[in-house]
Every structure is written in structure tokens, then in C-alpha cells.
């Protein structure tokens, strides 16, 4: 991605469209609709989809207005550049911190700034460069991997939605920063 001279409704929308993919060949693994095991291949797809949508959706925070919120604006070619989601969500750490919005940065599954860091160190493990890599073996079995990596999938879904709906709100938020209401509700 080219982080230069592009619209940044352009990222959201390409943020958005990887992980409507990834929702779309996750829900072709759900144990409801196939009880047989996945094969390792076929989790690669899923995860990398699922990767590049969250490296997205954090860097659109880091770099659009919540950089607005950090004590220093990240070095935007070094943020570009990088593939670390553990590295960009101390950034969305910092700025979720400096608004106190720790009791709003919320979602099912993740109740806390330490369970957001715990499920981005998680998907920090899937391979940033896109290479083939091997699924985990769960000792439990093909079925228990299977029922472990959906889960992890939807944990990865709401993720998404809060890192969406808080972009949202950083925008909100730096308007209302940039604009400070004036005592004549007529005046803009």
C-alpha cells in the first residue's frame, strides 16, 4: 500500500472489503455447515485476509485522526512500512489512553486495553509478509483447531467492528477538538 496521495476513504474501504472476504471464505469453514476437519492449507487464506484487514484498520487510526492524539505524529513512511500489528496498537493504545476512553474501547471478547493487546499479539503471529505458513496444531485434534480458529475469527470480527466504529469516533472527536462550539448555537 502506497499511504501517499491516496484518499483515506480509499483504506477504509479497502480495510472493509478484506475482511468482508475474510467473513465470506470463514463462513465456507463453519462447523455448523461442514463438521469435517479444515486443512491446514485452507486456514492460510482466511488468516492472511483477516491480517490485512487488521494491519488496515490500525494503521487508518495511527495515521488518519488519531495521530491527532499522540504527543508526536508517527513517522507516516515507517508506519506505511510496517507490518507489526503489536507495534501500530501501541499507538492506538496511546490515543485510546490520552482521550481516557479505556472504559468505551470495548467489544465482545475484549473487555479491556490488555485483552486488545493479548488478541493483536495473536494475530501479530500470522505471518505478515503473506508467505505460506502452517496453521497451529491443536493437540485436541483437527475438530478442536477448526472450533478454535472460528472463534478466534470472531473475536477478530468484533475487533475489527470496534477499530472501525473507534476511527469513527476519533474523527468525531478531533471535529469537536478543531471546532469548539460557540455560545450562539446559530453561529458556525
Known amino acids: 500500500m502506497h499511504w501517499r496521495n491516496v484518499p483515506d476513504h480509499e483504506y477504509s474501504t479497502q480495510a472493509q472489503a478484506y475482511h468482508a472476504a475474510a467473513k465470506k471464505l470463514a463462513r465456507l469453514l463453519d462447523v455448523d455447515?461442514?463438521?469435517?476437519?479444515?486443512?491446514?492449507?485452507?486456514?492460510?487464506?482466511?488468516?492472511?485476509?483477516?491480517?490485512?484487514?487488521?494491519?488496515?484498520?490500525?494503521?487508518?487510526?495511527?495515521?488518519?485522526?488519531?495521530?491527532?492524539?499522540?504527543?508526536?505524529?508517527?513517522?507516516?513512511?515507517?508506519?506505511?512500512?510496517?507490518h507489526s500489528l503489536a507495534w501500530l496498537a501501541q499507538f492506538v493504545t496511546q490515543i485510546v489512553t490520552a482521550l481516557h476512553w479505556e472504559d468505551e474501547f470495548?467489544?465482545?471478547?475484549?473487555?479491556?486495553?490488555?485483552?486488545?493487546?493479548?488478541?493483536?499479539?495473536?494475530?501479530?503471529?500470522?505471518?505478515?509478509?503473506?508467505?505460506?505458513?502452517?496453521?497451529?496444531?491443536?493437540?485436541?485434534?483437527?475438530?478442536?483447531?477448526?472450533?478454535?480458529?472460528?472463534?478466534?475469527?470472531?473475536?477478530?470480527?468484533?475487533?475489527?467492528?470496534l477499530l472501525d466504529q473507534t476511527a469513527d469516533s476519533l474523527a468525531a472527536e478531533w471535529y469537536l477538538h478543531s471546532h469548539p462550539p460557540s455560545g450562539d448555537p446559530f453561529v458556525h
Open 33 to 82: 455447515a461442514d463438521p469435517s476437519p479444515i486443512p491446514d492449507l485452507d486456514l492460510c487464506p482466511v488468516l492472511s485476509l483477516y491480517r490485512h484487514a487488521l494491519e488496515l484498520h490500525l494503521k487508518i487510526i495511527v495515521l488518519g485522526e488519531g495521530a491527532n492524539f499522540l504527543p508526536a505524529r508517527p513517522d507516516v513512511l515507517s508506519v506505511s512500512k510496517s
Open 106 to 161: 470495548r467489544t465482545e471478547g475484549i473487555d479491556d486495553l490488555t485483552a486488545f493487546k493479548e488478541l493483536i499479539a495473536e494475530a501479530n503471529e500470522i505471518d505478515a509478509p503473506y508467505w505460506p505458513f502452517r496453521s497451529p496444531i491443536d493437540p485436541a485434534g483437527p475438530a478442536a483447531l477448526k472450533t478454535n480458529v472460528l472463534r478466534f475469527l470472531r473475536r477478530l470480527d468484533s475487533l475489527l467492528e
